[in-house]
């Protein structure tokens, strides 16, 4: 249901807080869930623990509550974003680049449901091994290539729609590891061929894992034989195009999709008599931005199919771009190319630091007097209670 487009200052917290204990009576959470459900009922309040703060010039006093740091939490992603920007474009190469979206089919949804941290594994894997095979033969690139990829599991309404989002640089090491090897300026890999050794390869993986029982079944399918069938009865989408400018400008695209949770507080419109109702784009009429109203119920239960398993990365990296590679063949496709390495500005900073550098904001200064900064005093407020 559509309705107009207002804005209001609505979060996740608070839909948690009104209808979260409701909610756990008649729903049982696994112990990620359960955990990310505590950590974002409770960031920046009394029950995280504090300090008191007080300005050195009129004495005015406020609480600063610490932050839950769940990577679920739609308060706690900014900070950790920008400063993974900041990071990763000294770890690019200064080239061009393509942005690339590995998805599975509907059929697979329920599998992947039950079974996440196996399956999201095996997705990575997949995804990065089609990328290397199809890279390294001489019909299509001919050369070791790369990638930082990120997995996604949410479409703009909430629903199940898990898909990995991949960066590569258009072009690799050959062989010999003597030349920078580009590829075509409009063209990089045939998403025909990327998206049949996708199916290929993450079916043969799977069908592994249901043999040696790492994966259960849904009890609607009976065997993987059923399973394969139709998972190959739909044509698998790889979605690839070029992406803009150079490592700056792609690390800041890319850094939209790395730190992002199932729905931001900014996309939530207002909670009322049980309904919320939230922003969303949709993408088959241009982006065009609608709002949706849901039951709280099905709000929540939506919002915490996207808890990953604790531990999980979500962010990995392929190739050239792996972390045991990142000195050696980084410096290498550095000298190849013919540019210099990008220096990190943010590392070793806090958080009050990284806003100011950012935002051109001084968080620190006093909001009453506007002269003084605001100090930590000794004690700590202690936490006055626990989920």
């Keep these: 249901m559509e309705t107009t487009n207002k804005r209001h200052t609505t979060e996740v917290a608070d839909i948690l807080d009104q209808h979260g204990s409701d909610y756990l009576e008649t729903h049982r959470l696994c112990p990620d869930r359960l955990k990310a459900y505590h950590a974002i009922l409770n960031c920046r309040t009394a029950f995280m623990g504090g300090h008191l703060q007080e300005c050195d010039q009129c004495a005015h006093q406020r609480p600063a509550y610490n932050s839950c740091r769940n990577r679920h939490c739609p308060k706690c992603q900014y900070i950790k974003q920008v400063q993974w920007v900041d990071k990763l474009k000294a770890l690019l190469p200064p080239t061009q680049y393509f942005h690339l979206v590995f998805t599975i089919p509907s059929a697979s949804h329920l599998t992947f449901y039950i079974n996440p941290r196996v399956c999201y594994d095996l997705m990575f894997k997949a995804a990065a091994t089609t990328l290397k095979k199809a890279g390294a033969n001489p019909d299509f690139l001919g050369a070791e290539t790369g990638a930082v990829a990120i997995l996604h599991t949410w479409g703009q309404t909430l629903t199940y729609h898990p898909h990995i989002h991949m960066i590569a640089p258009a072009g690799g090491l050959s062989a010999d590891q003597s030349e920078w090897i580009s590829s075509p300026k409009e063209f990089f890999l045939p998403v025909k061929a990327l998206s049949k050794i996708f199916r290929a390869i993450l ?13 259960k079944l849904p009890d609607e399918v009976s065997n993987f034989a059923d399973l394969k069938k139709q998972l190959y009865e739909k044509n698998w989408n790889v979605f690839s195009k070029k992406a803009f400018g150079g490592p700056a400008s792609v690390v800041q695209y890319l850094g939209k999709y790395t730190h992002r949770v199932a729905i931001s507080n900014s996309r939530i419109v207002k909670l009322a008599n049980g309904v919320v109702t939230f922003q969303w784009k949709d993408y088959r009429k241009a982006l065009k931005s609608k709002c ?96």
């Design 292 to 387: 949706m109203e849901m039951k709280v119920e099905e709000f929540i239960s939506r919002f915490f199919h996207h808890i990953l398993p604790n531990g999980f990365y979500k962010i990995r990296y392929y190739g050239i771009l792996a972390s045991a590679n990142s000195c050696s063949k980084k410096e290498m496709v550095f000298r190849l190319i013919g540019k210099k390495t990008y220096i990190s500005s943010l590392e070793g900073l806090n958080g009050l630091e990284v806003l100011r550098i950012v935002t051109g904001k001084d968080l620190s200064y006093c909001p009453v007097c506007r002269k003084g900064r605001m100090r930590n005093k000794i004690p700590n407020i202690l936490k006055v209670g626990s989920p």
């Design 203 to 215: 079916c043969r993986m799977i069908g592994e894992n249901i043999s040696d029982g790492n994966i």
